[in-house]
C-alpha cells in the first residue's frame, strides 16, 4: 500500500465529538453547564436525543426559572432537575402554568409562597408525585393579606396534599406567624379523614402552629422512619408521640408537657431544647428537669436556647440537671448556650445567670470536647479544670465590655491554660479590641491585631503540633 493511500486510511479513522460511542459522548456532556446541554440540543438529531439523558440532569439545580438563562426551557425538554427552587413570589404568577404541568421530575422541591397561591403549589406538589422522584419539600408560606374565612381552605390543601405526598424522606414547612394562627381555627376531624401513606420521611422540620391538627398526622405515620424531627411549637401530644420513634437521633423542640417520655427514645444523640417565657409554663419544668437528668446518659450534643432574656429560677435551674445521676457519667461532648431575641442572637456586657449552675456541675462533664458559652464568667472559667474535663478542646465565648487585649494578659487565664493543657479559647470580637486610647494597650504594643473586629484564638501547645482544632487568623500562644 502506497503512502497516499495510508493517509487516506488514517484520515477515515480520524476521530471526532460526532465520532464518539455513545456512552463516551455522555461522559463530555456531563461537563457541560444546564445552558450549554440545552444549546447542543440544536447540533443534530443525536445530539437532541442523548443530551437529555436523564443521568447528565440528575445533578442540575434551577432557581427561580423565569429568572435564569433558558429557564422555561429547562421545564419543558429537561428529563429531571436535582432541585428546583423558586424563591419570588412572583415567580408562582409567572410560571404557574408550566411549573404545573412539567414533565421534568424533581428530586428536591424549594417553594417561597404567599398563602394566596397555596392551591398552585399543592397542584405542583401532586404533578411532582406522578412523576416519581420526589424525596425532599421545603416550602416557606407567608401571607400578605390574611382572610380566615377565604385562605383557610387554600392552606388546607397545601397541607394535605402535602401530608398524602408519597415517598418523600425530608419536608421543611415553615410558616409565618399570621398564616399558622389560621390553623388554630381548624378543627380536628376536618383532618382525621386523611388516608395515611406508607412511612418514609427521615427529616420533619415543621414550624407551625402549637395546635396545628396536621403535625401530629406527620409525626404518627412516619414514626417508622423519622430520625430528625424539628418543631418550633409545643404541641400537646408531641412528646408521646415523638417516643414512639425507635429511630429518633436528632430533635429540637420547646418545652413540652410529658417529657420524660422522651427517655424512650433510646438512639436520640443530639438535642436542641428552646426555653422562652412565652411558650415554657412554670408547670413543665420539673418534668424537664428530670428528663435531662437521665437524658444526658445518653445525649452527645445539646443546645440550650434561652428566648427573650428567659432569667426565671426554673429556667436557669435546669442547667444542674446536666450533672446527671449520681453514678452515671454524662456524655455529653458537646455543650452551647444560646441566647435569642427572636430569631436575633444576643451579645451580653454581663455573663448570663445560666452560668452559676454551669460552674457548679460542669466538673461532671468528663466526656466533654466542645463548650459554648457566649459570656464568660470568671466563676466558670475557674472552675474548668483538665482533671475533671480532660478532653475540652474548645471553649467559644464573647469578649465582655472591657479590652481583650488586657484580660488574655490576666493571671487567671494563664492558669486556666495550664490547667487545660488541651484546651483552645475562641473569643469573638464584634467591634474592635477596645476604645482608642486605651491605656494597656498604649503602654504593651503586643499583639497588635486584635485591634481588628473579629476572632482569635488562644492556645497553649506548641505551634507545630496538631491539636485537630482550627484556629482562628489571628492566635496567639499562651505559655
Given at each position: 500500500m502506497d503512502h497516499s493511500a495510508e493517509q487516506s486510511e488514517?484520515?477515515?479513522?480520524?476521530?471526532?465529538?460526532?465520532?464518539?460511542?455513545?456512552?463516551?459522548?455522555?461522559?463530555?456532556?456531563?461537563?457541560?453547564?444546564?445552558?450549554?446541554?440545552?444549546?447542543?440540543?440544536?447540533?443534530?438529531?443525536?445530539?437532541?436525543?442523548?443530551?437529555?439523558?436523564?443521568?447528565?440532569?440528575?445533578?442540575?439545580?434551577?432557581?427561580?426559572?423565569?429568572?435564569?438563562?433558558?429557564?422555561?426551557?429547562?421545564?419543558?425538554?429537561?428529563?429531571?432537575?436535582?432541585?428546583?427552587?423558586?424563591?419570588?413570589?412572583?415567580?408562582?404568577?409567572?410560571?404557574?402554568?408550566?411549573?404545573?404541568?412539567?414533565?421534568c421530575a424533581v428530586s428536591e422541591l424549594h417553594v417561597v409562597l404567599d398563602v394566596v397561591d397555596a392551591v398552585l403549589v399543592a397542584v405542583v406538589l401532586a404533578r411532582q408525585a406522578t412523576l416519581g422522584r420526589?424525596?425532599?419539600?421545603?416550602?416557606?408560606?407567608?401571607?400578605?393579606?390574611?382572610?380566615?374565612?377565604?385562605?383557610?381552605?387554600?392552606?388546607?390543601?397545601?397541607?394535605?396534599?402535602?401530608?398524602?405526598?408519597?415517598?418523600?424522606?425530608?419536608?421543611?414547612?415553615?410558616?409565618?406567624?399570621?398564616?399558622a394562627a389560621l390553623l388554630e381555627t381548624l378543627a380536628l376531624n376536618a383532618v382525621k379523614r386523611a388516608v395515611p401513606v406508607p412511612s418514609s420521611l427521615r427529616r420533619l422540620q415543621y414550624f407551625s402552629a402549637c395546635k396545628d391538627p396536621y403535625l401530629p398526622l406527620f409525626l404518627?405515620?412516619?414514626?417508622?422512619?423519622?430520625?430528625?424531627?424539628?418543631?418550633?411549637?409545643?404541641?400537646?401530644?408531641?412528646?408521646?408521640?415523638?417516643?414512639?420513634?425507635?429511630?429518633?437521633?436528632?430533635?429540637?423542640?420547646?418545652?413540652?408537657?410529658?417529657?420524660?417520655?422522651?427517655?424512650?427514645?433510646?438512639?436520640?444523640?443530639?438535642?436542641?431544647?428552646?426555653?422562652?417565657?412565652?411558650?415554657?409554663?412554670?408547670?413543665?419544668?420539673?418534668?424537664?428537669?428530670?428528663?435531662?437528668?437521665?437524658?444526658?446518659a445518653t445525649?452527645?450534643?445539646?443546645?440550650?436556647?434561652?428566648?427573650?432574656?428567659?432569667?426565671?429560677?426554673?429556667?436557669?435551674?435546669?442547667?444542674?440537671?446536666?450533672?446527671g445521676q449520681r453514678r452515671t457519667t454524662p456524655a455529653l461532648k458537646s455543650l452551647r448556650f444560646v441566647f435569642r431575641n427572636d430569631m436575633e442572637q444576643l451579645i451580653f456586657t454581663e455573663p448570663q445567670p445560666q452560668l452559676r449552675p454551669l460552674a457548679a456541675v460542669v466538673h461532671r462533664l468528663k466526656h466533654l470536647v466542645s463548650l459554648n458559652i457566649g459570656q464568660f464568667s470568671d466563676e466558670l472559667l475557674d472552675a474548668l479544670d483538665g482533671?475533671?474535663?480532660?478532653?475540652?478542646?474548645?471553649?467559644?465565648?464573647?469578649?465582655?465590655?472591657?479590652?481583650?487585649?488586657?484580660?488574655?494578659?490576666?493571671?487567671?487565664?494563664?492558669?486556666?491554660?495550664?490547667?487545660c493543657p488541651r484546651l483552645h479559647i475562641l473569643a469573638v470580637v464584634p467591634e474592635g479590641c477596645c476604645i482608642e486610647g486605651c491605656t494597656f494597650c498604649t503602654e504593651n504594643k503586643c499583639h497588635e491585631d486584635l485591634d481588628l473586629a473579629g476572632d482569635f484564638t488562644l492556645f497553649s501547645h506548641p505551634k507545630e503540633a496538631s491539636c485537630g482544632v482550627e484556629h482562628d487568623d489571628i492566635e496567639i500562644l499562651i505559655s
Open positions: 488514517l484520515d477515515s479513522l480520524e476521530l471526532n465529538l460526532c465520532t464518539l460511542p455513545d456512552d463516551e459522548l455522555l461522559q463530555v456532556f456531563g461537563f457541560l453547564t444546564r445552558e450549554q446541554l440545552l444549546k447542543c440540543r440544536t447540533v443534530c438529531r443525536r445530539f437532541r436525543q442523548l443530551t437529555l439523558h436523564p443521568a447528565l440532569w440528575r445533578r442540575m439545580n434551577l432557581l427561580n426559572p423565569s429568572w435564569s438563562a433558558l429557564g422555561a426551557a429547562t421545564l419543558r425538554v429537561a428529563p429531571c432537575l436535582r432541585r428546583l427552587t423558586v424563591s419570588n413570589l412572583d415567580e408562582l404568577v409567572l410560571l404557574g402554568t408550566l411549573l404545573a404541568a412539567s414533565s420526589l424525596k425532599e419539600v421545603k416550602l416557606t408560606v407567608t401571607s400578605t393579606n390574611v382572610d380566615a374565612k377565604s385562605f383557610l381552605p387554600r392552606l388546607r390543601q397545601l397541607l394535605r396534599q402535602l401530608l398524602s405526598t408519597p415517598g418523600l424522606e425530608s419536608i421543611e414547612l415553615d410558616l409565618d406567624v399570621k398564616t404518627e405515620w412516619h414514626a417508622a422512619t423519622l430520625e430528625v424531627v424539628k418543631l418550633r411549637c409545643g404541641h400537646p401530644r408531641a412528646a408521646p408521640m415523638l417516643a414512639a420513634m425507635p429511630r429518633l437521633r436528632e430533635l429540637q423542640c420547646p418545652v413540652l408537657k410529658d417529657m420524660p417520655a422522651l427517655l424512650a427514645c433510646t438512639e436520640l444523640r443530639s438535642l436542641r431544647l428552646s426555653i422562652s417565657k412565652d411558650e415554657s409554663p412554670r408547670h413543665l419544668f420539673p418534668g424537664v428537669a428530670e428528663y435531662l437528668r437521665s437524658a444526658v445525649i452527645e450534643d445539646l443546645v440550650l436556647d434561652y428566648f427573650q432574656d428567659e432569667g426565671r429560677a426554673q429556667a436557669v435551674d435546669l442547667v444542674l440537671s446536666l450533672a482533671e475533671f474535663v480532660p478532653n475540652l478542646e474548645r471553649l467559644e465565648v464573647s469578649y465582655r465590655d472591657e479590652c481583650p487585649h488586657e484580660w488574655i494578659h490576666e493571671e487567671h487565664v494563664k492558669e486556666l491554660m495550664q490547667r
